[in-house]
């Protein structure tokens, strides 16, 4: 077996994540520009991502549908902002069925424009307000640097498309929606995510307004991890998205879009993983505990076998989400490593004396050395693991925020960001620059204004660039 | 209220299936040529196809992965007959990023070539396999004339490629998979498939072997449902899918794919249907009930109403899926119609009597007329509703199985053949034809040979074509 290990976050945190990825399975390179193939267990991953989300869409009434991979070019161009957005990243289908096509297809980078279209077909009244429409989809955005989950050409996600008869009805969508990814992220993944509004820089292509949640990585830089847009009636006057109100007039809706990708897989794997590899929260872990047998001859095999097997079944009776590394020709050693690096929150081992003592071992994957590991009775095992994966679950909750917390600082002038930000951290200040004093701001320090949060101290302050006074504070930091 | 009624089957079948996949919510036309745009009331009935069928694939061991959406245009043509069967409906992606592209890209009609090229480089050793995966994704196929849900430029399926160390584990996966298709219709979408191997003629482009399973239609035409492909070492070849076995000598690997789309959703409406509209079966109906409340005042309204919510959120704890129609405006009556047509499998009426009586309606879609009616207490109501939805289950296969079987007909000549094609029924009968008798069949007739079925009389028989000893029936039959 080749060995496993991977270059250690201190030392190249960026290296470590390309290498962890490959190495955990989690993706493959493939042979299409900027494209990954994304293999078991990094599809698993994505799978109980998808399904902590989906269920919170449908407990709030949105419903699925599935819209064309192509929208004829012409669609892009109806919203001036989105096409000048989207235009430099379109892959474009000019030939088909074996002749060249009248107008050129592109393949959606994002699909406002033929939902808009759609949206001005299916509304007519004010009785079919709200639409609240979500798609699970591939789309393409041919991007220049790549890297695997976190900027890939094409890519999987979720974008939730919603009309409202209301300016208030949209924005409350908006929110909504960006709650559910934090609580998603919070609850689920264990990353302590950050909720503001982006300023006008880097608002979507066509929004009013947009709302991100904001995660610090393990190596302190920013991953905008899902965005939640109000799109005021921009797209509803390009697409001719109308309903007769109550009073029997025609107005323009107001429409939202929301998403987030397999960008959030790369988000599990920075904000938790260490050196020895991933560290998996136990809610979306594909595999929750690995049983690793532990024997010295033939004999103890059997025997050992037999009961990690009983073990295993009794576990997945309990809902527990289980396998057994039965693999021959390996130590046990090399199979914790290995488990470790994949970042299994719970490892079981069992041998001939726990078959002595009706006792198993259990390792949690979030401590180091010995703390991580105590012995239990085979009696109530199910319980006791259910316990532990709790435990870790609420543990790298704690971790990542402890992390975040220690790294955000209050800065009062430009001096004080640039040393916060030389030094890799987030710098959060009061801020009234203008669009070119952030951009001034970021060619200087290389950080974006990630956004401006909504929990915010009571101002107004003095803004740090300009000195005028400000309503908010910002958060400033290098990121993905 | 618009009117909802559909042109009847009897009138014109193919009307029909038009009509009620919009007209019942399932789809809309899109503005791209030969797409759909998949409704919620269709995606969600997709949804539990998916799951019915993921859960299979699950459970035997095969996992999902994800692949890229575009295939250089050169893999396909690695396999002579694949980049053959697929060139005519390709469509390419010649630019992107603002550039033209130095190899141009193909959008997957199917994944065995990036798959095959993929494997060559996972598979290293014996231990490797078998290698079982699969893929949920959209593909492209760019058709002539195409059918919402039964033939679309777009649609959506799975994929499943797997490799073997040798012909007959390769031989035994392509069956399984086959049966689990089989398993699915019959249980699941209560249709009647009859599993058999396809002819030459309809073999996959780079198939050695292409299994199937056929339905029949309201109209008697047959639906090519799914179909399991034994690739044997074509692509394996091709892409260099290799193995070193226990010996240590490199062996080409025996490779399989297979597939079920979005299909399945036109053989449910055409399998089930009649001149009301959908009857979907209850194991993958997205409403199991629907909840129609009857009053002819306000006071009744409001009485009314509180039992009907009750009721609903009593069965959905029982896992029952209920929607309750508290629409405004429209008569009970109105919405009979309108979720008789939807295909919602029970319908519950509660009223002021049932108030006093302690009883509920329940209206089974199945059935026509006072026979599908019966008056249930209020107690045990779930038990009662889940006990209907079993009973509509078993009889739309029941129905849909004595349809098939009174309109499948044994020929023994080719004179029989034609008649029984003419009158739109399938024919059933020894042959030994060549290629090119079958070609003529088809010119002649309009029939396709669907299948050798798998249920084979003793034989050999005469081929009722040529009159020379054969070894197998097939079947004949007007197709999709």
């Known amino acids: 077996m080749a060995t496993q290990a991977v270059t250690p976050q201190s030392v190249d945190f960026s290296k470590w994540y390309n290498e962890i990825v490959y190495k955990a399975d989690l993706a493959a390179q493939s042979p299409v520009r900027g494209c990954i193939i994304i293999k078991p267990y990094g599809y698993e991953l994505w799978e109980a991502i998808k399904a902590g989300l989906d269920r919170r869409f449908k407990a709030t009434g949105h419903r699925n549908a599935y819209f064309p991979l192509f929208i004829p070019e012409s669609y892009l161009r109806r919203e001036a902002e989105h096409v000048e957005g989207f235009s430099p990243e379109l892959a474009v289908v000019t030939h088909a069925g074996g002749k060249q096509l009248e107008e050129p297809l592109v393949v959606r980078p994002t699909s406002e424009t033929i939902i808009g279209e759609t949206f001005s077909e299916w509304i007519q009244s004010y009785r079919d307000l709200p639409l609240l429409i979500n ?15 976190l900027r890939t050409t094409e890519f999987l996600w979720q974008e ?12 409350e969508e908006t929110l909504r929606m960006l709650d559910i990814y ?17 300023s006008n820089i880097e608002r979507f292509a066509g929004a009013l307004r947009t709302y991100t949640i904001e995660a610090m990585m393990g190596d302190r830089k920013a991953l905008q991890s899902g965005t939640s847009h109000n799109l005021g009636q921009n797209f509803a006057k390009a697409f001719n998205i109308m309903y007769l109100d109550e009073n029997n007039e025609r107005q323009y ?10 960008r959030m897989v790369g988000a599990v794997v920075m904000a938790h993983g260490d050196d020895k590899g991933l560290r998996l929260p136990p809610v979306i872990a594909p595999i929750q505990v690995v049983i690793v047998p532990i024997f010295r001859n033939d004999d103890e095999r059997g025997e050992v076998l037999a009961a990690a097997r009983r073990i295993g079944a009794e576990l997945e009776g309990a809902g527990v989400r289980v396998h057994l590394d039965d693999r021959d020709g390996l130590t046990p050693g090399f199979k914790y490593n290995d488990w470790e690096m994949r970042g299994v929150p719970v490892r079981l081992e069992v041998g001939p004396r726990d078959l002595q003592n009706n006792t198993a071992a259990l390792a949690r994957r979030d401590l180091p050395g010995k703390e991580s590991k105590q ?34 600082h209050d800065v009062k002038t430009y001096d004080e960001l640039r040393q916060v930000v030389e030094a890799g951290d987030w710098a959060r200040g009061w801020w009234a620059g203008s669009d070119d004093d952030e951009r001034r701001v970021k060619e200087e320090t290389g950080a974006t204004l990630r ?4 929990d915010q101290p009571d101002g107004p302050g003095a803004c740090l660039f300009t000195g005028q006074a400000a309503r908010e504070v910002a958060l400033f930091a290098k990121a993905y």
Chains 1, 2 share one sequence.
């Open 160 to 171: 939730g498309h919603t009309a409202h008869a209301s300016e208030a009805d949209a924005e």
């Open 182 to 198: 934090a609580d998603f992220a919070v609850t689920e993944a264990a990353i302590p995510v950050i909720q503001g509004r982006k």
């Open 253 to 262: 809706c107001w429409t939202t879009s929301w998403g987030v990708s397999t």
């Open 375 to 408: 012995f239990v009775s085979q009696d109530g095992l199910a319980a006791a693991v259910r316990d532990l994966l709790n435990a870790v679950q609420a543990n790298l909750l704690q971790q990542a925020t402890a992390f975040r917390d220690a790294h955000i």
């Open 135 to 149: 798609q699970w989809a591939n789309v393409v955005r041919w991007e220049l640097r790549t890297r695997p989950f």
């Open 451 to 454: 956004c401006f949060p909504f």
